[in-house]
């Protein structure tokens, strides 16, 4: 058990809405980064928040952003939502001290959007 | 921009057997990370094990053992005494060296499917 929570497990949405996600960092982790994960592919590399500040982003549009708070806990906002952005959200935490390299994983929160 | 490939979209052999599976990627950069992790149907990624690219040893955590060739591009995982628990989707994972900067994004190839029969 990694420490790394996520929520909720699943959600149900409507094209057009906007959808919020919640990660819990592992203890001790500064950083967390956030994938997108399609039916059959490998995670994408969403954007990255140190610190509460947006710390390298990957090729979303802008209606995706998100959020870091002081105790390292994240958000991922999603507005404006596509059939496309159906998919499993996965949240990594890891630390940026010098010589770390692991990333936790939770067990992500699978969006259908209908 | 860094990719990663798996060609290897499924797997199926039997329990006890070994088996390897196959990464290749692409890169300019002279100082990486590779990972394997683990994806079973709870969903949770699990880190396999990790190899530096400046480490010429490659890299072994008890059952499993990598491959890797640096001027090949290649980075293969092999599963000694494959179990029913091995059972999930693999996936390789490329990460770029920072100085003391820590982690950082990972790159990951589209995966590949493996099956331990009983």
């Known amino acids: 058990e990694t420490g790394v929570t996520q929520s909720p497990t699943h959600l149900i949405k409507t094209r057009g809405q906007q959808v919020t996600l919640r990660c819990s960092s592992q203890s001790g982790h500064n950083t967390v980064s956030w994938y997108q994960q399609a039916l059959g592919q490998g995670p994408q590399f969403i954007f990255q928040y140190y610190r509460e500040e947006e710390n390298g982003r990957g090729n979303f549009p802008p209606r995706f952003s998100g959020l870091q708070f002081p105790n390292y806990s994240s958000e991922l906002n999603v507005n404006a939502l596509e059939l496309d952005d159906s998919a499993l959200y996965l949240c990594a935490s890891s630390s940026k001290s010098a010589g770390s390299t692991e990333a936790f994983f939770g067990q992500g929160t699978r969006l259908t959007v209908v | 921009a860094q990719t990663v490939t798996q060609s290897q979209p499924e797997m199926s052999v039997q329990e006890a057997e070994t088996v390897t599976l196959s990464c290749t990627y692409d890169t300019s950069e002279s100082n990486y990370y590779l990972f394997w992790y683990k994806q079973p149907p709870s969903r949770q990624m699990i880190l396999v094990i990790r190899?530096?690219?400046?480490?010429?040893q490659n890299a072994t955590e008890n059952r499993f053992s990598v491959n890797f060739q640096k001027a090949a591009k290649s980075f293969s995982l092999k599963i000694s005494d494959s179990q029913l628990g091995d059972t999930a989707m693999y996936f390789c994972?490329?990460?770029?060296?920072?100085?003391?900067?820590?982690?950082?994004?990972?790159?990951f190839g589209q995966g590949t499917r493996l099956t331990i029969n009983p």
């Open positions: 190899q530096e690219a400046y480490k010429q």
């Open positions: 994972a490329f990460m770029k060296y920072r100085l003391n900067q820590g982690a950082q994004k990972l790159v």
